[in-house]
């Protein structure tokens, strides 16, 4: 994963036709979120990341906990990314983990 700010023309145009993406919904704001060695704050509008280059990532988060301002747990896991392909993952307010949707709900994405 390359942060856009370091990226060509070039490869800018190579991954938004040929990278992944991972559709994150319902995500808290205020949590950290992370992909290989880049980390964010999510904010309100925060949907995913895009323009992933093809092979295995590592994905991080940790949310803050829903009923405090403590943090919760920090986790972790792989996902890999074909050419074009798209991952989406649902926040679980009960479990406070990312997991996959439904299939037929992913195939809309």
């Known amino acids: 994963l390359v942060c ?6 070039d490869r800018a145009i190579n991954l938004c036709q040929q990278g ?9 704001k205020g949590g950290t979120f992370g ?9 309100e ?3 995913g990341v895009k323009m992933i280059p093809p092979g295995v990532h590592l994905v991080h988060y940790v949310a803050s906990a829903s009923q405090s301002d403590t943090v919760g747990n920090a986790c972790t896991f ?3 990314f074909a050419p074009r ?3 989406v993952r649902r926040w679980c307010l009960d479990t406070e983990t990312l997991g996959p949707v439904p299939e037929d709900e ?3 994405y």
């Open 78 to 80: 792989f996902l890999h």
């Open 45 to 47: 509008k925060f949907q």
């Open 20 to 28: 992944g993406a991972l559709l994150v919904l319902d995500f808290p």
């Open 35 to 43: 992909m290989d060695m880049h980390s964010y704050t999510t904010g």
């Open 106 to 108: 992913a195939n809309r």
């Open 4 to 9: 856009a700010a370091g990226m060509d023309h």
């Open 85 to 87: 392909s798209v991952h």
